[in-house]
Structure formats: C-alpha cells, structure tokens
C-alpha cells in the first residue's frame, strides 16, 4: 500500500492562501498520478484536482479553477511530493483534505488507500 502523508493544512479567514503538500514513497508508488480530494462535513469526498507525475498534465474540478494549482516534484530517488497551493480561500473550501496515488486514464481512477488528510478550515 502506498504511504502517503499529508500536510499543511489550518485556520485561514476568507480570501487568504494555503498551501498543502503530500508526500508519497517511490518505493510503495503504484501509478502514473496523484491527486487531491476534499472531503466537506455532511458531503462525499470530492475530486479536486490531479496530476500526471511524468508529464506534469493536470485537471482541476471546476470549482476550483483558477484558484487552486497543484504541481509535484519527481526529481528526488525516494519520494514523490505533490502539492496544492489554495488561493482565494472561501467558507465553503472548509473540509478535510487528502492526498491519493493513482491512474490518470481519460479520468482519474484513485487507489482509495486514504491517509490521515489535513483539515483546511476557512472562516472569519
């Protein structure tokens, strides 16, 4: 199973940024992608945004366009890390936040070996 760990996440008021990271080990990486889904209380995890590692390739959910980028670093032998950078932050952003390891393929198929995920509460 992929080992995955996620963080950076915390308490902003609307409109200011964040930025989350998750790292995953070469050694367990069993794909081509990575991913960010929210999970918001009372609603399904929802898909954010992927990335392609090799190609850097990306696909946002439109809600999050133009807000949020995601980007990864694949040059080091041991780990992959990929991140989320959250611009604009609204109230309804508020959810917890995980990273996933998976197979981009006309969509994004996740590997569903959820980690810990880090909380990003938005409010004033």
């Known amino acids: 199973q992929v080992r995955l760990m996620e963080s950076g996440g915390g308490l902003v008021q609307p409109g200011e940024s964040l930025g989350l990271s998750c790292a995953a080990s070469r050694r367990t990486f069993n794909g081509n992608s990575m991913a960010w889904y929210l999970h918001a209380p009372g609603k399904q995890r929802e898909l954010v945004a992927s990335?392609?590692?090799?190609?850097?390739?990306?696909?946002?959910?439109d809600f999050v366009k133009g807000r949020f980028t995601i980007s990864r670093d694949h040059a080091k032998t041991t780990v992959i890390t990929m991140y989320l950078q959250l611009n604009s932050l609204k109230p309804e952003d508020t959810a917890v936040y995980y990273c996933?390891?998976?197979?981009?393929?006309?969509?994004?198929?996740?590997?569903?070996?959820w980690g810990q995920g880090t909380q990003v509460t938005v409010s004033s």
């Open positions: 996933d390891v998976g197979v981009y393929s006309g969509r994004y198929y996740p590997s569903v070996g």
């Open positions: 990335i392609m590692i090799d190609s850097g390739i990306t696909n946002y959910a």
